[in-house]
């Protein structure tokens, strides 16, 4: 290897280790990141419905009333209409407990729902009728009635068949998104900040007039931030394997493949970004909404396929849509290396094309 390369290499290693910060932003961001959006999203208890109900006028019908919420909320709840009852290894997965909150009046109530304290409430019209109300698009109000309403276990028909298929978690699509996230965002803070910020401390002021070229200064970086994404990434994905059952069904090495053509694409990316800002705030502008946009569209929490149909067809093809896509297919979908291939290719391209065209405008101050 190149001796100044190296040497530029193992400084941009001290840099970091001599700055706790970049060490926590690195491997603690992301791992703490992964951790509570898996338990947020996570399915390891029974899961929970919150129900408000508003309190009758009198105290007779306010303790009947009462007594039924008690009675709802005091044990679990089994879906009815299962056919495949005795073959569901994950008992939790067919159960609802029910939590009741009592409101003195319509505008206390409203006020729960809009700060998110319950789904959907409950109000006894003057005949003493429970009538139900929630807003038709909000997906867990509506499911929250359909099993509060369910038939009873001896009038259901059994027509649900409940999957246990690995992959089908809402934690398994993810866990690979968040990976592809955290390398994008890697490259872009580590190289392209990075470089900026050697730029507005004059370090490369005083490296232009150096023999070194500007391929070795730029490369040191990308190379450094290689193997510090590459420890990162397999930590995190150790980190979800271990803590929330994420199984990888596909190839390894497929894995492996789209971790180093995603940390080209970026770092590419990163030295075009970086390369002409002189000044923090612009630097800091590029880079948050580089980042911003494509977590945004991407389709990292959620698919991107529930935007209009032309906007799905322009997302599909963003650098961070492309890793993230593909590393969804390992994971779930069991793809193997030529599976992800055409992919690996086109992240490729654009880092080569986006690093040629940052190095040909990099300016050095």
């Known amino acids: 290897m190149n001796s100044a390369l190296f040497n530029l290499i193992q400084t941009q290693f001290r840099q970091y280790l001599r700055e706790p910060e970049i060490l926590f932003w ?3 961001f992301p791992l703490l990141l992964v951790w509570l959006l898996g338990v947020s999203f996570s399915s390891q208890d029974i899961p929970e419905r919150d129900i408000g109900i508003v309190l009758p006028a009198t105290i007779a019908e306010q303790q009947k009333i009462k007594q039924w919420g008690t009675q709802l909320a ?10 495949n009852q005795d073959h569901i290894k994950r008992d939790k997965l067919v159960k609802v407990r029910y939590r009741i909150k009592y409101y003195s009046d319509r505008e206390a109530v409203i006020l729960g729902l809009k700060r998110g304290e319950i789904q959907m409430f409950i109000e ?14 909000d997906n867990e109000a509506l499911l929250t009635y359909y099993l509060l309403n369910q038939p009873s276990e001896n009038a259901a028909n059994e027509n649900l068949f409940i999957l246990e298929t690995p992959g089908l978690r ?33 370090v490369t002021r005083q490296m232009c007039i150096t ?29 979800a394997e271990t803590y929330f059952d994420i199984d990888m ?3 390894f090495y497929a894995f492996l493949l789209l971790l180093f053509t995603g940390n080209i694409c970026f770092s590419g990316i990163a030295v075009l970004v970086a390369s002409r800002a002189r000044k ?8 948050e909404v580089s980042i911003l946009v494509q977590i945004l569209l991407s389709g990292i929490f959620f698919s991107y396929k529930h935007f209009p149909q032309w906007m799905a067809n322009i ?29 690996s290719i086109a992240l490729v391209v654009v880092g080569v094309m986006t690093f040629l065209l940052g190095m040909r405008v990099f300016r050095w101050y």
């Not at 490259?187 to 910020?197: K, Y």
Request: net charge neutral; glycine share 8%.
């Open 315 to 343: 997302i599909e093809y963003l650098p961070l849509t492309l890793l993230a896509d593909n590393m969804r297919k390992v994971f779930i979908e069991g793809a193997d290396l030529m599976q992800v291939m055409p992919a």
């Open 211 to 239: 023999p070194m070229r500007k391929t070795t200064f730029l490369l040191a970086h990308i190379l450094a931030c290689l193997i510090i994404n590459l420890v990162e990434i397999l930590i995190i994905y150790g980190f």
């Open 74 to 83: 005091a044990h679990e709840h089994r879906i009815n209409g299962i056919i």
């Open 124 to 137: 006894q019209n003057r005949e003493g009728k429970r009538i139900h109300y929630l807003d038709p698009q």
């Open 26 to 28: 690195s491997f603690g």
């Open 249 to 251: 069904q596909g190839s």
């Open 170 to 202: 809402y934690l398994d699509f993810l866990i690979p998104g968040l990976l592809a996230m955290a390398i994008m965002e890697t490259c872009l803070i580590g190289v392209g900040w990075a470089l900026a910020e050697k730029r507005l401390a004059r």
């Open 280 to 287: 923090a705030q612009t630097a800091n502008g590029l880079l």
